[in-house]
Every structure is written in structure tokens, then in C-alpha cells.
């Protein structure tokens, strides 16, 4: 072999080593990033009256629907009205459902009860608003706006407020105009609620 062959390999040779070598002795680039895994949220407890197979309450997990704590509960017994809730409406942590019969008195409209039926704010002592004792929400107090499901509190202070700033309701839908309440909280109280037009 030539002597200059001889130097060129020798050369590429103690490259070839000085790479392994560092290849070895190198240290470590880093340590691979490790996720933690998201915290389980809160589950909802909720109660479930009416017509149901087994009334109580029930925990159910974050997102559900009204339909999840009906099918909780047992499902909806024979009398059921069914039309007059909203199965799809998400639930709200502490929530209470009501399930009407289909033979109690459904409100939807501005007409009053029967002449028979008390309003919850005429009685002496808070009755939770139903079909068919519903909650005249021009007379109503703060603290039987609170019994209805979804109406806190806070927002039954502000219902009255609103109330006392624009005069009576006309319509039961009016009571979307006090802010918080839109249409998936009216559709949980509208059957509970009715306005006197006398008032």
C-alpha cells in the first residue's frame, strides 16, 4: 500500500473513532416531558321529583341532561307529561326537576289558576312552586323566586329588582328580561310560573 494511501486511511480511521467515542461519552439531551393527567371534574347531585319511577336525588356526572336524571331516577311513569319538559336542557349543579302528571294543570300561558288554587305568594307559609300551584312572579317575594329550580338567591334578588325598576310583567316570558335568566332557565320554570294581568 502506498504511504500516502497509508495516511488517508489512518486519517478516516481516527475519525471514524473520535465519533463513536463521542458518541458515547455525550451526555443525555434532556428528559422527555411527562403530562399529568387533567383533574376528574365535580359530578352534579341533583333532585328529581314527580311522575318518576324512583323520586330523589341523584349524583350524575358534570354535562348531563335532564333526560340522564329522569333515566336515574327510573324513567318517567305511565301519567307522565313528557311534552312539558325539556329532556335535552343541561343540568345545574343543585337542581331541582319536577315532572308533571298529564292530568295537572299545565301553565304555559299569562292566564291565572283556578280560582280555587292560592298562589304560592298569597300563602302564609313557602310552598315550591308547581304546575299546579304555580308562582305569580308579580307578587312573588325574593325568597319564593329562590325555590324555583335554577333561580338562585342572587337572581331572585335581581328578579324582584327589576320588577320594582319596570312594573309588572305582562307575559310570563318577560321575566327574561332580567339578566341571567334566558331561554334554557324559562324553559325549566315557564310551567311553575304565571302572571296575574290584574295586578
Known amino acids: 500500500m502506498k504511504t500516502w494511501q497509508s495516511i488517508l486511511f489512518g486519517i478516516l ?14 451526555p443525555p439531551q434532556g428528559k422527555p416531558i411527562e403530562l399529568s393527567p387533567l383533574p376528574t371534574p365535580a359530578p352534579l347531585v341533583v333532585y328529581i321529583t314527580g311522575a318518576v319511577a324512583h323520586p330523589g ?4 356526572p358534570r354535562l348531563s341532561r335532564v333526560s340522564n336524571a329522569i333515566d336515574a331516577a327510573g324513567g318517567l311513569t305511565p301519567d307522565a307529561d313528557q311534552s312539558s319538559i325539556n329532556l335535552a ?48 312572579i308579580n307578587t312573588a317575594t325574593a325568597e319564593e323566586f329562590d325555590l324555583l329550580p335554577g333561580i338562585g338567591p342572587t337572581r331572585a334578588a335581581d328578579i324582584v329588582a327589576y320588577r320594582t325598576q319596570h312594573g309588572s310583567f305582562k307575559t310570563i316570558d318577560g321575566i327574561m328580561q332580567v339578566s341571567g335568566i334566558g ?5 325549566r320554570i315557564k310551567n311553575l310560573i304565571y302572571v296575574d294581568t290584574a295586578q
Open 183 to 187: 331561554q334554557t332557565t324559562f324553559d
Open 89 to 136: 336542557a343541561r343540568l345545574i349543579d343543585g337542581e331541582k326537576i319536577a315532572v308533571p302528571k298529564v292530568n295537572q294543570l299545565v301553565m304555559g300561558t299569562s292566564a291565572p289558576p283556578p280560582q280555587n288554587k292560592q298562589p304560592a305568594s298569597t300563602s302564609s307559609s313557602l310552598a315550591t312552586p308547581s304546575v299546579e300551584n304555580p308562582l305569580n
Open 57 to 60: 336525588v341523584y349524583t350524575l
Open 13 to 26: 480511521l481516527g475519525l471514524l473513532f473520535s465519533g463513536a467515542l463521542l458518541l458515547i461519552v455525550a
